[in-house]
Nanobody, 119 residues
Framework: QVQVVESGGGLVQPGGSLRLSCAAS????????MGWYRQAPGKQRELVAV???????NYADSVKGRFTISRDNAKNTVYLQMNSLKPEDTAVYYC?????????????WGQGTQVTVSS
């Protein structure tokens, strides 16, 4: 079994910054991608940023230029640096890890961490 644990959420004023961290541990075969999703109240979960094999990084249009995803492959850890935060960034942020096993790829999710942007 693989565990995914996030940390770093909290309350921040508009224009401020936060850094989220996520670590995957346990019976891992090979993590092919790690990323961040978010879900605001009354809305569907959406992709924020993903870091895939080969250094490929993708971002939602709404966060481009403000958020940066980085990954430590040796530690199966991913980070999300969030700058110039806006009230519309308020959501529960979930970490996702894709484990490439001999039986196929398996998705694992963290429990989520709350990010609130408010004055």
């Amino acid at each position: 079994q693989v565990q995914v644990v996030e940390s770093g959420g909290g309350l921040v004023q508009p224009g401020g910054s936060l850094r989220l961290s996520c670590a995957a541990s346990g019976s891992i075969f090979s993590i092919s991608a790690m990323g961040w999703y978010r879900q605001a109240p009354g809305k569907q979960r959406e992709l924020v940023a993903v870091s895939a094999s080969g250094g490929v990084r993708n971002y939602a249009d709404s966060v481009k230029g403000r958020f940066t995803i980085s990954r430590d492959n040796a530690k199966n850890t991913v980070y999300l640096q969030m700058n110039s935060l806006k009230p519309e960034d308020t959501a529960v942020y979930y970490c996702n890890a894709i484990d490439r096993t001999v039986w196929g790829s398996v998705d694992y999710w963290g429990q989520g961490t709350q990010v609130t942007v408010s004055s």
